[in-house]
């Protein structure tokens, strides 16, 4: 018999649906239930494609015996981290602090007042490595529950206590200035591996945020450094195993440090943030490896990660069948050379491995090969080549797919919707921007109330029960100004204003200029959570700062340029000590110093040819952070084109920054000049 989750939107917790274990979502209701039989509270956190939660789950939770000891003994709760990333943040904090370490499944135990006294993260069904079994964790808990209570009441106590007492001090409320960027770009060229581009060693994570940093500092200083670092990085990712040379789009990470060998998730974050990085490569260097790669991940984005909404799903599985029943890593995406052979023929299998790297022996297990394109000498024949390709993809189509996780999350359909309307704009793939236009329909129909605030989740059509954090907001908000840029419709800078509003009034702390990761009027936690670092995708801290900055830019409205400033603050502190943790916020920086740049391009109307040549070039434009705002002469669509006239009936660009403006210009060269210097 299904358990209380199912009737939950989101994927993970509906996984769980029917296990044995009683399980409760996180509600007040559970804690209720655990004072009212005094039993502690298992809290188990995960998340849709998480490999080793699902090797816990099959192990534990679909145990009979285990299930019994736990209703028996505990109140059980489930969390997708994705849905809740503020119950998440607030008990890893507390494990981190506790360990030394963290990660997914993370298994806490708490008192019905929520406070936590034991935790872990994966427990094995029988002791091993050192590590205790689950049982053997469950039996020693409950014992010191039953019997040690006032000494789980002093360990919950005093966890509470240290956890309030590491209020962040994050360095005043200035922003950084060119001394604390040269310093951070310093930091990353210490830790820049240049054998193997990237930063640090394996496992080696796509460091998107810090390129695009990178790509804004070369632009405003022409440090020939920073543009190294990151064209390198772009290329080894591209030519490595983490990136699908079939279907496009990337994995999660790399378990070794040359980009061979990936963990096989597919995450949209990941891959929006990777879209519109390559995309800027492209801008900055008209590379055409970077060209290919922006466009096929945005391609992988449409083609397998849009719901019928008009969203983005949240991620596709590692695992799926190897066409024997068992779930394995990788299974969908690997190759031995008899595959290659059963594909392709003997000819082509033979150069299909030469060259995406297959080996006899093999890159990954079994004597399978991650599929990469290493730097040979030899030249290929185009054609022959996307044949092969063409062919290898028809056949993995016919295996048995990862699994989808189809819940919609705010913040990262805000960054998709960024890459996919700017991408499209670079290449003239309207299809692109129209399907960054649909996702956020979406978000406006479905995860917007009445009063502009923001759902965190949804699931075919139906918004989540969960508020939207401070990453919703300043993700959404970045991608509705990206849409406004790309498309000349006010109406996106008009939503973005809403988001930003909130964050103004309901997520900074008005004496310090500090964010928070949850609103004021949120439900209250032992703690309320605060992390400025950007590790996976930028840092709501981060986020709203480049959206508060680019809105300030579009409208010229001082209190968000001042809560911009203010919130960069912690880039100062951060930027010199750990670049790779904060490149998100070092590139608002970028931004900041350069200005940003305004420009208002005017026209006779949208269609119109000059008009258009001009808003693409402006769109081109490599000034770091810079706003476009393009329209009819006197159109009151966007701020920046007041006042802004036709130049002799002929279109004409205009350049504004830090309160000064250089002449208008009907000629698209000067413009990319005064966007590029």
């Known amino acids: 018999m299904p358990n209380r989750l199912a009737h939950e939107t989101s994927p993970y917790l509906l996984q769980h649906a029917d296990n044995p274990v009683d399980w409760w979502p996180w509600s007040e209701e559970a804690f209720e239930e655990a004072r009212r039989s005094d039993r502690p509270v298992l809290l188990s956190v995960g998340y849709s494609s998480c490999h080793w939660c699902h090797v816990m789950a099959h192990e534990s939770f679909e145990d009979e015996a285990t299930a019994d000891f736990l209703n028996a003994h505990f109140v059980n709760v489930k969390v997708d981290r994705e849905e809740r990333p503020d119950v998440d943040a607030v008990y890893m904090e507390a494990v981190q602090a506790a360990t030394g370490q963290g990660g997914w499944p993370m298994t806490v135990f708490l008192t019905p007042e929520a406070e936590p006294f034991y935790f872990g993260t994966y427990f094995p069904p029988a002791p091993r490595h050192g590590m205790p079994s689950f049982r053997q ?11 040690r209570r006032d000494e789980v009441a002093e360990v919950a106590g005093k966890i509470v206590r240290d956890l309030a007492g590491r209020e962040m001090s994050y360095g005043g409320t200035e922003a950084p200035g060119e001394q604390q960027l040269a310093q951070a770009l310093l930091g990353l060229t210490r830790e ?9 060693g394996a496992p080696k994570f796509p460091p998107s945020m810090v390129i695009e940093f990178l790509l804004r500092h070369h632009a405003r200083t022409g440090a020939e450094g920073a543009l190294q670092m990151a064209q390198d990085t772009g290329e080894r990712m591209a030519r490595g195993g983490i990136y699908d040379q079939l279907g496009g789009g990337f994995a999660r990470y790399s378990v070794d440090r ?7 998730e597919k995450m ?20 055409d490896l970077a060209r290919r790669v922006a466009l096929e991940t945005a391609d992988f984005m449409v083609r397998e990660l849009r719901t019928e909404q008009g969203g983005f799903a949240s991620a596709l599985d590692a695992d799926s069948d190897d066409g024997t029943g068992r779930h394995v890593e990788g299974a969908y995406y690997v190759w031995t050379p008899g595959q290659l052979r059963e594909a392709l023929g003997d000819d082509d299998a033979e150069l299909a491995a030469r060259y995406f790297g297959v080996t006899e022996e093999g890159t990954f297990e079994e004597g399978a090969s ?5 730097q040979r000498d030899e030249v290929f024949e185009a054609g022959r080549i996307a044949s092969v390709r063409q062919r290898l993809l028809e056949r993995r189509a016919s295996r048995p797919a990862p699994g989808r996780d189809d819940k919609v999350v705010a913040a990262w359909n805000g ?17 692109l921007v129209e399907a960054a236009v649909g996702a956020a329909d979406l978000l406006v129909r479905v995860h917007l109330d009445e009063q502009a605030r923001l759902t965190r989740t949804s699931k075919d059509g139906r918004a989540g029960a969960n508020a939207g954090v401070l990453e919703d907001y300043g993700d959404v908000a970045e991608g509705f100004l990206a849409l406004a840029s790309v498309t000349g419709e006010g109406v996106w800078l008009d939503f973005a204003g809403f988001l930003l509003d909130h964050v103004l009034a309901r997520f900074v702390d008005e004496e310090s200029g500090a964010l928070h990761d949850t609103a004021a009027d949120a439900e209250r936690l032992i703690r309320r959570p605060q992390d400025p670092t950007d590790n996976a995708v930028p840092s709501g801290w981060s986020a709203a700062a480049g959206a508060l900055l680019g809105y300030a830019a579009h409208t010229g409205s001082e209190p968000h340029r001042r809560a911009a400033e203010r919130a960069l603050g912690v880039v100062k502190a951060l930027g010199p000590r750990v670049p790779r943790f904060i490149g998100w916020g070092l590139a608002v920086a970028e931004a900041l110093l350069d200005g940003p740049r305004e ?17 693409r070039t402006a769109l081109l434009g490599t000034a770091p952070g810079a706003v476009v705002a ?13 006042d802004r006239p036709l130049q002799q009936g002929a279109p004409a660009a205009y350049v504004c920054r830090n309160f000064t403006c250089d002449a208008p210009t009907t000629d698209p060269e000067r413009l990319r000049e005064a966007l590029s210097s």
């Open 137 to 147: 964790v469950l039996e020693g808990v409950r014992s010191a529950w039953t019997d």
């Open 370 to 374: 991650v599929l990469q394109l290493p």
């Open 192 to 200: 820049y591996d240049p054998q193997r581009g990237g930063f640090g």
């Open 268 to 287: 949209l974050y990941d891959n929006a943030l990777l879209c519109r990085v390559y995309a800027h490569l492209w801008r900055a260097t008209g590379s």
């Open 258 to 264: 040359d980009w061979v060998v990936p963990h096989f």
């Open 415 to 431: 960054l998709a919707i960024a890459a996919l309307a700017e991408t499209g704009a670079y290449f003239d793939r309207p299809d």
């Open 630 to 642: 393009v329209g009819a002469a006197e159109s009151d669509e966007f701020p920046l084109l007041a």
């Open 599 to 615: 420009v208002a391009v005017v026209g006779p109307s949208l269609s119109d040819e000059a008009t258009k040549t001009l808003h």
